[in-house]
């Protein structure tokens, strides 16, 4: 069971217990092979709905939703459809976590903007991201260069084309954001280091 939590990236402490996962299950279906592969079905639907509202915690909101779902389990709560079910509590997980005030911008004096940023800093910001460049494997790199080149309808077009060759638009999506978590971490590190 931890080992397909892990697995799922479902985690214990803030996320979905351990017992959670497990009473989830259970209300699957009695048979675990079953339960697993309804477990996988249900969770693939609902990490694509976040996805596609734009979520960047999609995982979160899934444990999040199962934690819902066994809490009206647990209160006597019977639901014929399953899938269904999940789908709804899925929806008002999403829209409690919408209107959830997001870290806006901000301005004041003592932060430079990007534009006016020490022209050293960002020289230096540029020769980190050329070499946390050269880090990435050679589909990465291809991946985010190809990801980010052109304008308007080429670019429509040439993102088209990724999708076909990762496995569809959220993919490509998911895939994207992670390159970039990566290199903004590579680049800030790379510059830290350059200061000291």
Known sequence: MNTLMTQTGSKGGGGLTPDAFARFLRWLSEDNEL???AFFAIRKKLITFFVRKGCDVPEEL??????????????????????????????????????????????????????????????QKLKCLEVCMEDLSPRSRDLITRYYQ???????????????????????????FRIRKTLHDCVNTCVAGLAQ
């Open 35 to 37: 339960a697993i592969k």
């Open 62 to 123: 899934f444990d999040n939703t199962v934690d819902v779902v066994v809490r009206k389990i647990d209160a006597g709560g019977e639901y014929a459809n399953q899938e269904a079910f999940c789908y709804g509590v899925a929806k008002n997980i999403w829209r409690e976590h919408a209107r959830k005030p997001k870290p806006g911008p901000f301005v004041t004096d003592d932060i430079p903007s990007p534009l006016n940023e020490d022209r050293e800093l960002l020289e």
């Open 150 to 176: 052109n304008q308007g309808r080429q670019k429509i077009e040439c993102r088209r084309e990724l999708a076909k060759e990762h496995g569809g638009e959220n993919t490509l999506r998911i895939k994207a």
